[in-house]
């Protein structure tokens, strides 16, 4: 080997490993978008998928009203949910909700729909009520100053 085929081969190593990188990093990216990606799906959406699939799906919508259960003040959750249309969709959570949760309020729930096409829940997440996202209050403005 001369002093001339170093610097290629090292070029060459170089490139190979670099290449190896790009390809096993764009690898590991495309199979976590494809198997565990959840999806944001409305309750129209949701419905019109066959039930029973294993994909966890993320779907947005609102308690329906006079829909939520809570059988012996348990840890065991039943409501209904709606995204502006007549079709609601069955969910059934175990766990604590959050503490803003409440009928006729926006949640976010993840889960996996079974055969009878109810959501099972993994996670619930509620929207804050209106009153918080308008800002601060004038009395708060005040004690702080900002006006």
């Known amino acids: 080997m001369n002093d001339q085929?170093?610097?290629k081969g090292a070029f060459r190593m170089r490139t190979?490993?670099?290449l190896l990188l790009a390809v096993g990093g764009f690898y590991i990216f495309i199979n976590s978008a494809m198997e565990g990606g959840v999806y944001y799906l409305t309750v129209d959406e949701a419905r019109a998928q066959p039930p029973a699939s294993k994909r966890p799906i993320r779907i947005k919508g609102k308690v329906v009203k006079d829909t939520y259960k809570n059988p012996?003040?348990?840890k065991e959750h039943?409501?209904?949910i709606e995204s502006g249309s007549a079709q609601t969709l069955n969910v059934q959570f175990s766990g604590a909700l959050p503490d803003v949760f409440a009928e006729e309020r926006e949640v976010i729930v993840t889960g996996v729909r079974d055969s009878a096409g109810t959501l099972v829940a993994t996670e619930v997440s509620a929207k804050c009520p209106s009153k918080y996202e308008g800002g601060m209050s004038e009395e708060a403005r005040e004690r702080l100053g900002t006006n």
């Open 16 to 18: 190979v490993v670099l």
């Open 78 to 80: 039943r409501f209904s």
């Open 72 to 74: 012996g003040d348990g």
């Open 5 to 7: 085929d170093a610097p």
